[in-house]
């Protein structure tokens, strides 16, 4: 090229996006990140809220990955449109709510979008084949370059060599030479070459960045959509499906419990939203009442939030009951035994 060649590098805070990134810039390409937000990346809501992380870094990977490759980083915002890929998605849920192979063609083909609006000529990603069991295999990494429209402008440096040359490489802007043959589940060549480079802190390289992933929070999620009219849903749904113990007492309410200082304020941020109670003669949680409730069902969760505070082992307890008029009631309770707590309450 008579100019030099620019790419767009999907960066997610992890290693693999890292290294791919480096492999690029080393080749004397311009080199700028994007990064798309869904709302379901865990970069550091829970770590940041829960007093019992507050050892562990406070920072947006993707940032920081951007900061220590000295690239520029473009956060763009997908929420709206990340529903349908959630909602709708063609290749159907990995082993969880994670659409994984939608995803990644969604997100392929917002960073197609991009390049062409900023005259960029390639994409980047850290793909490695057989990584991931949805959408990095031989079979579906065709689908993803076919349905994002991004056909051979997408580049995967770590594992390039297993996969037929992009245009790229067939155009000399990028040496196959110096890409990488990197296959299967093992990290052990990843974490070679971030030593190559003198990349020492980085994400968990086994490490996944989305709640859609992890079995206990899609659980959560679908017993949200199972319980509503439709399976809408805004972004404070899905933050606070991230914080706290989530009881389900009866089918028309939820529970959502603190279970430390840190949850307990940022649930506070939400108090006008939901009928709350707290413990009043005992320290206790914060409980946030998600669904219409009446006095009986109050009464219920009066019982089961005391036995999560200090007075779990008093005769009674007194509850503070705040409406979303800011009405207080007070009520005297039992707590419930630990053997009352059902099993089948929890999502």
Same mark, same amino acid.
């Given at each position: 090229?008579?100019?030099?060649?620019?790419?767009?590098?999907?960066?997610?805070?992890?290693?693999?996006?890292?290294?791919?990134?480096?492999?690029?810039?080393?080749?004397?390409?311009?080199? %700028?990140?994007?990064?798309?937000?869904?709302?379901?990346?865990?970069?550091?809501?829970?770590?940041?809220?829960?007093?019992?992380?507050?050892?562990?870094?406070?920072?947006?990977?993707?940032?920081?990955?951007?900061?220590?490759?000295?690239?520029?980083?473009?956060?763009?915002?997908?929420? %709206?449109?990340? =529903?349908?890929?959630?909602? *709708?998605?063609?290749?159907?849920?990995?082993? *969880?709510? *994670?659409?994984?192979?939608?995803? =990644?063609?969604?997100?392929?083909?917002?960073?197609?979008?991009?390049?062409?609006?900023? /005259?960029?000529?390639?994409? @980047?990603?850290?793909?490695?084949?057989?990584?991931?069991?949805?959408?990095?295999?031989?079979?579906?990494?065709?689908?993803?370059?076919?349905?994002?429209?991004?056909?051979?402008?997408?580049?995967?440096?770590?594992?390039?060599?297993?996969?037929?040359?992009?245009?790229?490489?067939?155009?000399?802007?990028?040496?196959?030479? =110096?890409?990488?043959?990197?296959?299967?589940?093992?990290?052990?060549?990843?974490?070679?070459?971030?030593?190559?480079?003198?990349?020492?802190?980085?994400?968990?390289?086994?490490?996944?960045?989305?709640?859609?992933?992890?079995?206990?929070?899609?659980?959560?999620?679908?017993?949200?959509?199972?319980?509503?009219?439709?399976?809408?849903?805004?972004?404070?749904?899905?933050?606070?499906?991230?914080?706290?113990?989530?009881?389900?007492?009866?089918?028309?309410?939820?529970?959502?419990?603190?279970?430390?200082?840190?949850?307990?304020?940022?649930? %506070?941020?939400?108090?006008?939203?939901?009928?709350?109670?707290?413990?009043?003669?005992?320290?206790?949680?914060?409980?946030?009442?998600?669904?219409?409730?009446?006095?009986?069902?109050?009464?219920?969760?009066?019982?089961?939030?005391?036995?999560?505070?200090?007075?779990?082992?008093?005769?009674?307890?007194?509850?503070?009951? @705040?409406?979303?008029? %800011?009405?207080?009631?007070?009520?005297?309770?039992?707590?419930?035994?630990? /053997?009352?707590?059902?099993?089948?309450?929890?999502?």
């Amino acid at each position: 090229m008579s100019t030099q060649a620019k790419a767009v590098s999907l960066v997610s805070g992890g290693l693999d996006s890292m290294l791919a990134t480096r492999a690029i810039m080393d080749q004397g390409i311009h080199v %700028e990140g994007i990064n798309f937000f869904t709302g379901f990346c865990v970069e550091g809501h829970t770590h940041a809220i829960r007093q019992e992380d507050r050892q562990k870094p406070k920072r947006n990977n993707a940032l920081w990955v951007a900061e220590q490759l000295g690239i520029k980083l473009h956060i763009v915002d997908v929420i %709206e449109e990340y =529903k349908d890929v959630l909602l *709708n998605p063609r290749h159907g849920y990995g082993q *969880n709510m *994670n659409p994984c192979l939608d995803c =990644k063609g969604f997100m392929v083909r917002k960073a197609y979008e991009w390049i062409q609006q900023n /005259d960029f000529d390639f994409i @980047i990603t850290g793909e490695v084949l057989g990584q991931r069991p949805m959408s990095q295999r031989k079979d579906t990494m065709p689908v993803v370059q076919r349905e994002s429209g991004a056909g051979d402008l997408l580049l995967r440096p770590l594992c390039a060599k297993h996969l037929p040359p992009t245009l790229p490489e067939r155009e000399g802007w990028v040496e196959r030479d =110096k890409l990488f043959a990197f296959n299967g589940r093992s990290r052990k060549p990843q974490m070679a070459l971030a030593q190559e480079y003198g990349f020492t802190d980085y994400a968990t390289p086994a490490g996944g960045c989305c709640f859609l992933t992890d079995k206990a929070y899609s659980e959560k999620l679908v017993d949200m959509w199972q319980h509503r009219s439709s399976r809408d849903y805004q972004l404070d749904d899905i933050m606070l499906l991230k914080v706290g113990r989530h009881l389900r007492p009866r089918p028309h309410f939820k529970m959502i419990i603190s279970r430390e200082e840190g949850e307990g304020k940022f649930l %506070e941020g939400y108090r006008k939203q939901f009928l709350h109670l707290r413990t009043h003669s005992h320290a206790g949680p914060l409980v946030l009442i998600d669904g219409e409730v009446s006095d009986d069902d109050i009464h219920l969760a009066a019982r089961i939030a005391a036995r999560y505070g200090q007075g779990r082992d008093a005769e009674q307890v007194e509850i503070e009951v @705040i409406a979303l008029d %800011e009405q207080h009631q007070m009520l005297q309770v039992r707590p419930f035994g630990q /053997d009352e707590i059902s099993p089948k309450w929890r999502v």
